[in-house]
């Protein structure tokens, strides 16, 4: 059983529902803790949500923990860990590895070789759960939680777009503005599961970008997305004309010495819920990135 701890340090009373729900607990995550044999406890004895919590007192969550299956295999092969605690994973996810299983690989995503992380360090959580996932050929900074109440008080922040997540991408051409805002909806395109597009009847989305260099017939641009989106950023960039370096689905040129797309997600940043404190990591921009470049590396801020 893992146990999880907060103590109230201000003054008054507050029902122990909307003490944890401050504290990130969603109403999803309730029902998690009812169904899966979850206890709550006030002072070391039994309580409900609906009793009342009062300064000084501690408040107690017991989860069961979560068991390996076979669904999901372990891999031994190697991860780059920037940051782990009892509750979250940071890593530094390389291009062309997936983050969770699929069609096109079952044992080596990312998720397998964290649950094979995980047994290797004698965890009994053995459920990675994947807080921000990359697509396939994009590098970078990638969040886990270490099991499921953890990625559980992170639902809202997700929701919010309060995990802050920012990229570098080369896109093709030069672009006139140094700083730029694409809104534009994105939705799926017509009988393509993979692809999508700006459409009128897609979810909004929004792109903030600033140029960071120009090049002679490319642009290096920070990336911050306000809105979560599959694809989001190689869609919008298409969008304005400017598609990615080495983004082969999405037009982007093939003749830079890029064998994939020219994304890096270089910085993130959330509130631990557990810690009570913001928290920030880097991951630095990849040798093939730099390459095409010319050797030009950008600072990770």
């Given at each position: ?23 990130g ?46 669904i999901?295999?372990f891999s ?37 070789r ?57 896109v ?8 730029g ?51 989001q ?28 797309q ?15 404190i ?24």
């Amino acid at each position: 059983m893992a146990t999880f701890s907060w103590i109230k340090l201000d003054e008054g009373g507050l029902k122990i529902k909307n003490f944890l729900a401050e504290r990130g607990v969603s109403h999803r995550m309730f029902s998690i803790i009812k169904r899966g044999g979850g206890r709550l406890l006030l002072d070391g004895r039994p309580t409900k949500t609906v009793d009342e919590i009062k300064q000084g007192q501690k408040i107690t969550v017991i989860m069961p923990n979560e068991e390996s299956n076979e669904i999901l295999p372990f891999s031994d092969l190697p991860i780059d860990v920037l940051f782990e605690d009892d509750n979250f994973l940071v890593v530094n996810k390389p291009a062309g590895v997936t983050s969770v299983p699929g069609k096109a690989d079952r044992e080596t995503t990312m998720v397998n070789r964290v649950k094979g992380y995980l047994r290797s360090t004698g965890a009994v959580d053995l459920v990675p759960h994947v807080v921000t996932r990359l697509d396939r050929f994009t590098s970078g900074v990638a969040l886990l939680a270490k099991h499921r109440f953890a990625h559980g008080l992170l639902d809202k922040a997700l929701k919010t777009h309060s995990v802050d997540k920012r990229y570098y991408a080369i896109v093709d051409g030069i672009l006139e503005d140094d700083y730029g805002m694409i809104d534009a909806p994105i939705g799926r395109m017509d009988d393509d599961f993979i692809r999508r597009e700006v459409r009128d009847d897609g979810k909004d989305s929004q792109t903030e970008y600033w140029v960071v260099k120009r090049f002679a017939n490319q642009t290096l641009v920070r990336v911050q997305l306000l809105t979560g989106r599959t694809h989001q950023i190689r869609v919008h960039f298409k969008y304005i004309g400017h598609p990615l370096v080495g983004d082969e689905i999405y037009g982007g040129p093939l003749d830079r010495g890029a064998d994939r797309q020219m994304l890096h997600a270089y910085w993130i940043s959330w509130f631990d819920p557990f810690a009570q404190i913001e928290r920030q990591f880097e991951a630095p921009v990849p040798a093939d990135m730099i390459a095409v470049m010319d050797g030009f590396v950008p600072d990770v801020k």
